[in-house]
């Protein structure tokens, strides 16, 4: 033992061990920081450990043969002892690294996806006027018609915003059905000249980008509404759709008031206070034509809700003529499902009334069971009534609609924030930037979402890049505190307060709570409640609240807004998606 010690002592056994393990537990923890920061397999790290503890004998091995001064010559036994245990790492590697990195698929099983034959996308029509002026028309005949399409019980219709998102994109037809996930593109083209429209339109087939079925119409627009009809028709007749009944018609106003509605949509929809004024006169024109017009006092509710909730319109003044607009486009047609999900809106945002926004929806879904517009409000219902699995169930059906859809990806991150699935959450957050980088909203549920992953760093960066004004004050208020740089905290509420002290007096509330200022929280909530924010309606499940649950005053404030867990629990709200 005492000779064996010797030997050890004198070739620096001991002395090598230490300075390599030393050294591999770096490697090791340097490996485990990149794979978890850019995404590296986790099975490197496991392979890196592996091989390294083989390593260790070859260290021993080397520093054995070479630790006496002046032996200088590795011998070929040597060599063949670093060989072999090289190899046995690489081995071990291999294997390790396999069960943890993705694998390729073999050649000829590659998993494919089956497409439904009935599936289609409507794609924009292309505008040929002679001026180039009358893209709303061609736009809004195409999405008229992938509305009449998507009524059809027997047809699997992409919805508008993932159809449209290819406008001006170079693509050709099977690459954008791939996408899509249909098996069948309606395209056309519209040309519009006074009273006179020309409309073409072809139904193509995606797997091979051959015409299935072609026409052209060069009518009055007297005619368009039957053009419509018969275009509907002759997919349903290619398709071969076995139909229950007579096919669903579009619904028919005066030309003139018709061509207004489709121009007040699609300018509705740019988001801007101007584009609501404009949008909201043209709408009021087309009901002076044709006052019994029920989709143009669906889209007059619709500008007033919009301009309500970007603080351009005051809440009770907004909400009040959304709901008059509603209830008179139901009176015309009381099974228009637009309409029904707009009331649900205003009892759910304005009214406090869960119950009554419940019965909206439900009746929505029946009539629009399949509308990716009517499936995301349902959803926000589920979400304020603590329903996590029904907002999930008709999320994800949303985002299997209409999969290109920002605002349908986003949605369904917030409700993965609210649930605690953080990761999900980011994934879904990320998906809607790639689709539109300039999402609201997005960057401050990513923010809200490393918060909680314990990444104030990271959750501050998100949070400065948000569009938003007021979700980037309330995102830096709370990141801010959560680094412990109080003023800067400070100074983003301050101004919050300053600026969007009625339209955010919920959000005020929660950044305090959050900071742990439990009395002003709740003077803020009051106010909330004296203003009539929109934003009590999601109380119940934001999460930045959490400081001030155990708080004996939390309780009687949601019994008295009817927000308790025993109240949203007695209303009734049955989700029901289509097969």
Excluded: C
Excluded at 384 to 392: E, H, K, S, T, V
């Amino acid at each position: 033992m005492a000779s064996l010690i010797q030997r050890l002592t004198q070739r620096k056994i001991v002395q090598w061990a230490i300075a390599y393990v030393a050294g591999a537990w770096l490697l090791v923890e340097v490996l485990s920081f990149i794979a978890e920061n850019f995404g590296w397999p986790a099975g490197i790290v496991r392979g890196a450990a592996v091989f390294l503890g083989i390593g260790f004998f070859v260290a021993l091995v080397l520093a054995w043969y070479h630790g006496e001064k002046g032996q200088q010559r590795v011998t070929r036994l040597e060599l063949s002892i670093i060989a072999g245990l090289l190899l046995s790492a690489s081995v071990a590697v291999a294997y390790v690294s396999r069960g943890s990195a993705p694998q390729e698929p073999e050649t000829g099983a590659q998993p494919t996806l089956t497409i439904d034959p009935r599936a289609i996308a409507v794609l924009p029509f292309a505008d040929m006027s002679a001026e180039g002026d009358q893209e709303y028309f061609s736009d809004g005949i195409a999405e008229e018609l992938l509305s009449l399409l998507g009524k059809i019980p027997g047809l699997l219709v992409a919805a508008r915003t993932s159809s449209f998102s290819f406008k001006g994109q170079n693509l050709e037809i099977p690459e954008i059905a791939e996408r899509l996930h249909v098996a069948h593109v309606l395209e056309g083209s519209v040309r519009k000249a006074g009273n006179e429209v020309r409309i073409t339109a072809q139904l193509i087939r995606a797997a091979d980008g051959f015409h299935v079925w072609a026409d052209t119409w060069d009518r009055s627009l007297d005619d368009i509404f039957a053009i419509q009809d018969e275009i509907a028709a002759d997919v349903v007749a290619q398709l071969k759709v076995t139909l229950l009944g007579g096919a669903p018609k579009v619904e028919q106003t005066d030309p003139e008031a018709y061509a207004l509605f489709l121009q007040a949509r699609q300018l509705g929809r740019q988001f801007t206070a101007e584009g609501f004024e404009q949008s909201i006169a043209l709408y009021e024109r087309a009901l002076e034509i044709d006052s019994d017009y029920a989709a143009a006092w669906a889209g007059l509710s619709n500008n007033y809700g919009n301009q309500t909730s970007f603080g351009l319109r005051p809440i009770d003044e907004g909400y009040r003529l959304a709901r008059e607009a509603a209830n008179r486009a139901l009176a015309i047609d009381s099974e228009y499902a637009p309409a029904h999900a707009l009331l649900g809106r205003v009892a759910m945002s304005h009214e406090g009334d869960l119950a009554a926004a419940a019965r909206h929806y439900e009746r929505a879904l029946r009539l629009a069971s399949t509308d990716a517009d009517v499936l995301r409000s349902a959803a926000s219902l589920a979400k304020n009534l603590g329903r996590l699995d029904d907002a999930f169930a008709l999320q994800e059906y949303a985002v299997a609609r209409d999969p290109l859809n920002p605002n349908a990806n986003a949605g369904l991150g917030f409700t993965y924030l609210d649930s605690g699935r953080l990761d999900d959450a980011i994934a879904s957050f990320r998906t809607a930037l790639s689709l539109s980088p300039g999402s609201i909203a997005v960057q401050s549920g990513i923010g809200l979402a490393l918060l909680r992953k314990g990444k104030p760093e990271a959750a501050l960066a998100a949070m400065q890049q948000e569009s938003y004004e007021p979700l980037r004050l309330i995102g830096l208020a709370v990141a801010y505190h959560a680094l412990g740089q109080a003023a800067e905290s400070d100074a983003a509420l301050a101004e919050l307060i300053e600026k969007y002290e009625q339209e955010a007096a919920v959000n005020i509330a929660y950044v305090l709570a959050f900071r742990g200022e439990a009395d002003r929280a709740f003077e803020w909530l009051d106010k909330a409640m004296e203003y009539e924010d929109p934003g009590l309606a999601l109380i119940a499940v934001e999460t930045l609240f959490a400081n001030i649950h155990d708080d004996p005053r939390w309780l009687p404030f949601l019994e008295s807004i009817g927000k308790s867990p025993e109240q949203l629990a007695a209303i009734e709200f049955n989700v029901t998606l289509p097969k």
